[in-house]
């Protein structure tokens, strides 16, 4: 193992972890559901695939292994994510959630209702 | 009020053949590696239940035009008669044999009766699922 790849391995899983621990502050900080959902689902998705693209890169140079389903994982979770997200806020606000006091814009207000 | 579900829909028809390619390649995998007719059959019967959740229930029944139950029967049948079909070698039940093949485009395979159970397994989990996901959704 080359200390190219260490390093390049090393910061794919620390900005990784430092994303999620991002997403989760704004889940805690951020004011109303859907400033949250947009943390959680944008920083979080993008620090899962930095690990999972650390973990490829580790095995691939330490044991050579070849790791399609990592691959697969990354491009799964990138698909996928951000529609979980876009569901749980579209439900959040079909059903009346109230956005934070401050928000200035509301472009569904008379179209959905 | 009419829900717009164009995202979610078009995302699970993507989706769902990853979905269906995984639990494949974890079915045959299972020798080998982590995997096997379980878990394979796990994972196909989320994929149509991400169907499911996507589309309707008659349009997903559509798509699959099958009883679930009968698969039940069938994967008994697969099981069943792989441990049987031991018995005609005149070798104790359950007793399984193998070979190495060459095919055509995979080349040298060995190829198992254990895949055959495994099978079995596989459909039974998915018509188990999908039949008490079934019931349940449609009990009103």
Redesign the interface.
């Known amino acids: 193992m080359t200390a190219i790849s260490e390093v390049l391995i090393a910061a794919l899983l620390l900005i990784g972890a430092l994303l999620s621990v991002i997403a989760a502050f704004g889940v805690i900080r951020l004011p109303d559901v859907y400033t949250r959902n947009h943390a959680a689902s944008k920083s979080a998705t993008l620090g899962v695939m930095c690990i999972l693209l650390a973990t490829f890169f580790y095995f691939l140079v330490e044991d050579g292994l070849f790791s399609s389903?990592l691959l697969?994982g990354i491009?799964?979770f990138f698909?996928?994510a951000p529609?979980a997200g876009?569901?749980i806020s579209?439900a959040a606000y079909?059903s009346g959630v109230k956005m934070w006091d401050q928000s200035v814009r509301d472009d569904l207000k008379d179209k959905?209702? | 009020m009419k829900t717009n579900d164009v995202i979610f829909q078009t995302v699970a028809k993507v989706v769902f053949f990853m979905i269906i390619f995984f639990a494949v390649h974890l079915f045959f995998a299972g020798h080998y590696y982590p995997g096997g007719g379980f878990v394979g059959g796990l994972l196909t019967s989320g994929a149509i239940v991400l169907l499911l959740l996507a589309f309707d229930m008659k349009t997903v029944r559509r798509g699959f035009p099958v009883d679930f139950k009968w698969l039940i029967g069938l994967g008994l049948l697969f099981s069943a008669g792989t441990a049987a079909g031991s018995l005609i070698f005149n070798v104790p039940f359950f007793t399984h044999a193998y070979d190495y093949f060459q095919l055509p485009l995979f080349g040298k395979t060995s190829l198992h009766t254990a895949m055959l159970f495994d099978l079995g397994v596989y459909l039974v989990v998915i018509g188990v699922t999908m039949t008490i996901i079934q019931t349940i959704g449609e009990s009103e």
């Open positions: 389903r697969l491009a799964f698909i996928t529609v876009h569901l579209r079909n959905n209702r």
